[in-house]
Structures are given as C-alpha cells and as structure tokens.
C-alpha cells in the first residue's frame, strides 16, 4: 500500500502510483479534477492489481485495502486512523503543523 499524499514532481509527473505500477505494466494514468494526490493498494498474487483512489487536499481519506495474501485483505480505516491520532496530538505539534515552526520547548515537556 502507498499513501503519498505530496503533489507530484519532476521524477513522478503523474505521481507515485504511475511510476511503481510502469514497472509491472505502462498504462495512462491521469489525476481526476481537483486531484494530485493518491492511495493505492497491490495484490501481488498471480495477477497483479492495483486498488487506486486519487485524493485532493482537503478530502477525507477512504478506507483501503491491505492485501496479506493472495486474495486476502484487511480493510485499514485511514481517516478514522488519521483523526484519532491528530485528536490526541498535543496542541505545540498542531501548532508546528500548521506554522512551520518546531516548538522550541523539548519534546518530553509536551503534553
């Protein structure tokens, strides 16, 4: 599974997915309107297939499929996952999220 949730670059204009999936078969891949992000999930088994959900900034994370074996996944609740983690994160953290700026108290003084 690959979450990349940065814009594409030069090495990867079509992003991340695009350039892991050429690899094992070239196909098009665009970004829907007001997409430039992506989550895909691979079934490497004997067919190989690529569960692919492109994201934008802002939108809510789906639930993905994580593969363990041929046939079998687990379904990962990415959004939920995200907002109980960014929930129980201390205030200075989201603060340096949103600024840029790395609090300057040390990170064990943080609650």
């Known amino acids: 599974m690959v979450i990349d949730l940065f ?3 030069k090495r990867d204009p079509f992003g991340i997915h695009k350039a892991i999936w050429d690899q094992i078969v070239e196909e098009d891949f665009t970004f829907p309107p007001n997409t430039d992000r992506v989550m895909a999930s691979y079934e490497a088994g004997s067919t190989k297939t690529a569960f692919v959900e492109p994201i934008g900034v802002g939108d809510s994370m789906r639930d993905m ?13 990415l959004e ?11 205030e200075a953290i989201r603060e340096a999220v949103f600024t840029g700026v790395f609090p300057t108290t040390q990170m064990n003084e943080i609650e």
């Open 65 to 77: 499929p994580l593969f363990v074996e041929e046939g079998i996944h687990v379904w990962l609740p």
């Open 7 to 9: 814009p594409p670059t």
């Open 80 to 90: 939920t996952t995200y907002q109980t983690s960014w929930n129980a994160t201390p």
